[in-house]
């Protein structure tokens, strides 16, 4: 028994030795190829079994060794390769010795050749663990006592007394030792090798990469830092700080982000001007992250610096293109389209037939042309940041409404019906309704695309899940191929290039759709089945309104007497009671509306030539009153005479969207000037054409513009910033229509010259950020909006008794 163990013990020894000297060698054969290094695995593992079993002691004819664990650990961790170089010479030498012992021999090594391979298969998926090289070693050990069952009978008794047990042990521990030996000589490797592509890779990184300490000194730096802040080389920035290269500004700066970045414990990223080594001034994009210790303790920042000069040039030149093709692309489009649409309309007389198909079919594609455009910029405002987003809570209902109206000429000749289902009646939501109404008009656009000729699109407005709103747009066409599903979002993509010829499109659509959608805090998605069709949901979260009481009917202060009636919107009685009186004496009968409730029941109900209005009115706003007169489809065009103590401040707060404002009358009431605006109302009945300044330098434009609006109002056009100088100061126009790309400057300059009782809206090329809402009425951008949704907007603005005939001559 102690001989035994004195022969397995100095194996292990020489098992140690051998893996120890392979260790000190290995590192040599990372150049070579896997195939390579694992062959050479298999011939040291085969040369350590056969000395194991050269020195091994032999009882009774059967060789007790430790060759297991090699070619085991050949098969474990060289794979094919080494197993079969290591098995095939043991098998050699072990046939070699002889004895009666040999066919087990034989038999345990390749028993042990099986187990090893084993166990490479099943840790080759995975990363391997030490649990892995402690279960190899168990059934290694284990798979020693399947060996005894071609042992002779006569042989088992003693064979087993005398070294089973040890056997089992060192096996298990010899197997163990190589294991980790090599595990830990494969790790340290690969560290090796991803130390030297990292190294590479940072050494060779045309970017800025360094570390530094909590203190802001340099600990590790890659060449292109020391050449930026201009060092001799790596070794001269480390134990360095930013107050050895740069000026202290520009030091304390670098510093104050450094900081930022320590003590927030989060990743920051800056665009900032730099200068560079070669003299020239350019932007780097800079990033400083934390650095952490093994404990997560932070101990430093990590910056990254990258050259964006080339990137910011290129923005700017791209930002410079979008501006001149907005302008320059706009224009003559709008002022195509806007012709094409009039003659089509018929403005300049019947055509013949195949003139008219001509015209249809010139207009149709410039529609196309348009909707191309406003496509692709709409995509570059999205993806640059810049696109604006004005949330307010309102219905969603009616720019669905808007949007089904806006739509329901689109490819008319297919002859598709567009029904609106609401199962969420008067529902709301916190939406930008331009924004929504983008997001619908692109689902119709496309739900009508891929219909049937004379099929239905369907959008259904209905409640999902909790506290959410589901729009739904469900048409009947083929529906969205498997393959296309993945990237029906994507930019440009079309689930058949050839349907781009066929129902034209630019692919933008959904992808500008969802990209409005997620700024939106909704959601997006889709169903589908090819042959029966597609449905688009939009979702998002409801708001509930808190409705206030109702008010009480309206009481009515005096009975019709067949005069002209004006309402007196007054909550001081005895105001209300002088104005009343001098109304009677100018041969005017009255109401009295002492509260915004009150007014606009009354508005309702009865007929009015005029309202005198308090700005404050109840404690309430008379100002807000008067805006929800003018969006009112009842009495919206009435006259208005202020009559306040905050009459000149009113009238700076209104600005320019005070049209229909006859005059501003301050407390007490002057009756001289009530008279004088009484006679203005009863003139005005028949006054002459309201006066339009278009302000714009394109002739088409102009042109398109003058037939849309009609022969009901008077225009009068000017080029250029000097001709519409010259026209103000000759006249008092009613309404401005403005441009902002003028020859001689920005018609914004106009602002500053316009009464405040003049209107204004913008009609330009620009895309303007609503920021001009206090002085503009409306901003409208060309091939967005055409001449006549101008024109449109012109006569709901000028609506007013001294205005009516001319309007009614218009439609």
């Known amino acids: 028994m102690t001989d035994i163990w004195h022969s397995l013990l100095a194996n292990l020894a020489l098992v140690s030795i051998l893996v120890v ?161 090599l595990d830990r000589q494969q790790r340290r490797r690969e560290l090796l090798m991803s130390n030297m592509t990292y190294r590479a890779m940072v ?7 360094n570390i530094k300490d909590v203190d802001g000194r340099f600990i590790a730096a890659n060449p292109a830092t020391a050449e930026m802040v201009r060092a001799a080389s790596v070794d001269d920035l480390i134990g360095k700080t930013d107050f050895d290269f740069y000026p202290r500004e520009v030091a304390e700066r670098f510093r104050q982000d450094e900081m930022g970045a320590l003590e927030a414990g989060q990743t920051l990223r800056i665009d900032q001007p730099a200068l560079f080594p070669d003299g020239r001034q350019g932007w780097l994009y800079t990033l400083k992250a934390p650095f952490r210790d093994e404990a997560g303790k932070i101990v430093g920042v990590i910056t990254y610096n990258r050259d964006i000069t080339e990137q910011k040039r290129t923005a700017q030149l791209k930002n410079d293109f979008i501006s001149t093709v907005s302008h320059e692309l706009r224009t003559p489009l709008t002022s195509i389209r806007g012709s094409l649409g009039l003659i089509a309309a018929g403005v300049a007389g019947e055509l013949p037939p195949k003139a008219a198909n001509l015209v249809n079919i010139a207009h149709t594609n410039s529609e196309r042309l348009v909707l191309l455009i406003n496509d692709i910029l709409d995509m570059e405002k999205i993806e640059s940041g810049v696109i604006t987003f004005k949330i307010k809570q309102m219905p969603v209902r009616q720019v ?89 979002f994507g930019k440009f993509e079309q689930a058949d290039a050839s349907s781009t010829r066929k129902i034209g499109g630019t692919g933008l659509g959904l992808s500008i759709v969802k990209a409005i959608t997620e700024k939106l805090g909704a959601a997006v998605s889709f169903e589908t089945e090819e042959g029966k069709g597609t449905s688009f949901h939009v979702d998002l979260a409801e708001v509930r309104r808190h409705h206030p009481r109702p008010y009480p009917p309206p009481h009515l202060t005096r009975k019709p007497d067949g005069r002209l009636r004006v309402l007196i919107c007054e909550d001081e009685t005895d105001v209300a009671a002088v104005i009343a009186a001098l109304l009677d004496a100018e041969g005017f009968s009255s109401d009295v509306a002492p509260d915004i409730a009150t007014a606009k029941a009354l508005l309702r109900s009865r007929e009015y030539v005029a309202l005198t209005l308090d700005i404050k009115l109840a404690g309430e706003s008379g100002i807000k009153l008067f805006h929800d007169i003018r969006a009112s489809p009842v009495n919206s065009d009435i006259s208005v005479i202020v009559i306040s103590a905050v009459a000149d401040e009113a009238r700076r707060s209104l600005n320019g969207s005070a049209v ?152």
């Open 21 to 181: 000297a392979w260790d000190l060698v290995a590192d040599f054969t990372g150049r070579l190829s896997r195939r390579m290094q694992s062959l050479l695995l298999g011939m040291v593992m085969c040369v350590g079994a056969i000395i194991s079993m050269a020195t091994a002691l032999s009882v009774s004819g059967f060789v007790v060794d430790l060759r297991a664990a090699f070619i085991a650990a050949a098969a474990f961790f060289g794979g094919w390769p080494a197993m079969l170089i290591a098995t095939v010479g043991s098998i050699v030498y072990r046939v070699h010795l002889g004895g009666q012992g040999a066919g087990a021999g034989v038999m345990g090594i390749l028993i042990t050749a099986i187990v090893g391979i084993a166990w490479h298969h099943i840790v080759a998926a995975r990363s391997r663990t030490m649990y892995d090289i402690f279960g190899l070693g168990v059934t290694v050990a284990l798979a020693g006592l399947i060996t005894l069952l071609v042992i002779p009978a006569q042989a088992v008794t003693g064979l087993v007394q005398q070294s089973t047990f040890p056997s089992l042990v060192f096996r298990f521990l010899s197997t163990i030792i190589i294991g980790v030996l």
């Open 203 to 209: 050494r060779e990184l045309p970017d800025c990469l």
């Open 400 to 488: 669905l409404e808007q949007a089904i109206a806006a739509s329901s000429n689109y490819m008319a000749d297919s002859r598709i019906r567009i029904v609106l289902i609401d199962d969420a009646p008067r529902a709301e939501a916190n939406i930008d309704p331009d924004r929504l109404h983008q997001v619908m008009a692109n689902l119709l656009s496309n739900a009508i695309k891929f219909s049937h000729a004379d099929g239905t699109v369907t959008v259904k407005f209905q409640r999902h899940d909790h506290d959410m709103l589901r729009i739904s747009v469900m048409d009947q066409g083929a529906g969205i191929p498997e393959a296309f599903r993945g990237r029906i």
């Open 660 to 811: 229909g404002i006859v005059d501003w009358l301050e407390k007490p009431v002057d009756s001289k000037r009530l008279h004088a605006a009484l006679a203005k109302i009863l003139a005005g009945r028949t006054e002459q054409r309201p006066k339009i300044l278009h302000v714009e330098d394109d002739e088409g434009v102009l042109a398109v513009m003058s037939e849309g609006l009609g022969s009901g109002v008077s225009i009068t056009s000017a080029k250029t910033l000097k001709d519409a100088r010259e026209a103000i100061a000759r006249h008092l126009f009613d309404l401005v229509i403005l441009d902002i790309a003028l020859p001689d400057g920005s018609g914004l300059d106009l602002l500053a010259d316009l009464p405040l009782e003049t209107g204004v809206i913008v009609f330009s090329a620009a895309e303007l950020d609503q920021k001009l809402g206090d002085r503009v009425q409306a901003i409208m951008t060309k091939t967005r909006a055409s001449e006549i949704d101008v024109a449109k907007l012109v006569r709901s603005m000028l609506v007013s008794p001294r205005t009516q005939p001319a309007a009614h001559a218009k439609e």
